[in-house]
């Protein structure tokens, strides 16, 4: 091969890779999830670009993705309550960052917002709301302080598109001695509770045995009342069931049968007569 032969192979080489590379320069790919932030010569634009492919200027504009999709991070938060006991707590964040302020957010803080921007938010919303209430407060009131947290850190960072889709405070870490302290009256709470169920339970006892007693007096009592209302009932039967046979009895009773009833029991003597002398009349029975 000649030299000028080979001269215009190796140009034709380069053109070509000249022409590969411009090719590939003038289109983008933009990730699912993420948002395309156009950069013309340094200087970021308004438009953005969705996922997908894209064509730009080659060497004068590139597009710089960034994220959109629902992120996590676990933030340890050091800070004092009310009644200045010391606080270590771990709180979870998930966030996500608004599409429409892509190019907002790389322009003035840039891709790593989490740490500029976020992490100083959490950290400061946890010591102004955990400074309000007593280190017992915080146990018990968790959720509530939990969800004013959120709160306090959500109107630091939307303003800058970034939105808070969950948060937790997982954890809480107290000191030694306050944990003691906490434990002993805990221990203390649960028995003065298992007192007061047990005299409860003796109070509810002995009103049952009472109200038993009560029920069975007048139990008794019913019963009796009904067996001498049944006696009594039975007397005043019998009484004027023989109060009725004595009148039907009497309604029977005729001078013909009282004579039938003497003639009956005659036994055939007459009984002797005597007069005396004034004209009276001794009648002696002799029939005994």
């Not at 999830?33 to 200027?57: A, C, I, P, R």
């Not at 302080?145 to 959500?154: A, L, M, P």
């Not at 009472?210 to 009932?233: L, T, V």
């Amino acid at each position: 091969m000649s030299g000028k032969s080979l001269g215009i192979l190796i140009t034709s080489i380069i053109i070509g890779l000249a022409l590969v590379i411009t090719a590939f320069a003038t289109g983008t790919i933009v990730d699912s999830g993420t948002t395309g932030v156009k950069v013309w010569m340094g200087s970021v634009q308004e438009e953005t670009l969705d996922d997908g492919f894209h064509f730009k200027v080659p060497f004068f504009c590139k597009v710089v993705e960034m994220d959109n999709k629902i992120q996590k991070i676990d933030v340890e938060a050091n800070s004092t309550s009310k009644d200045l006991q010391n606080i270590d707590s771990t709180l979870s964040i998930n966030f996500h960052l608004a599409p429409e302020s892509s190019a907002t957010m790389y322009r003035n803080v840039g891709q790593n917002y989490s740490d500029t921007l976020l992490q100083p938010a959490i950290q400061e919303a946890a010591k102004n709301v955990m400074a309000k209430y007593r280190a017992e407060e915080l146990i018990t009131n968790r959720s509530k302080v939990g969800s004013e947290i959120q709160s306090e850190i959500s109107n630091k960072v939307n303003e800058y598109g970034i939105i808070l889709d969950k948060f937790n405070i997982t954890n809480f870490s107290f000191s030694k001695a306050f944990d003691e302290a906490i434990e002993q009256k805990l221990v203390a709470e649960q028995n003065k509770i298992k007192a007061q169920t047990e005299n409860e339970q003796r109070v509810a006892a002995a009103e049952a045995d009472a109200a038993e007693a009560k029920a069975r007096a007048e139990g008794d009592a019913e019963s009796a009342r009904i067996k001498a209302e049944g006696e009594a009932a039975a007397i005043k039967a019998k009484a004027e069931a023989e109060a009725e046979a004595n009148k039907k009895l009497n309604e029977s009773i005729s001078n013909n049968v009282l004579t039938y009833k003497q003639i009956e029991a005659w036994d055939g003597k007459y009984p002797t007569v005597m007069s005396g002398d004034d004209g009276s009349h001794i009648i002696i029975d002799t029939t005994k």
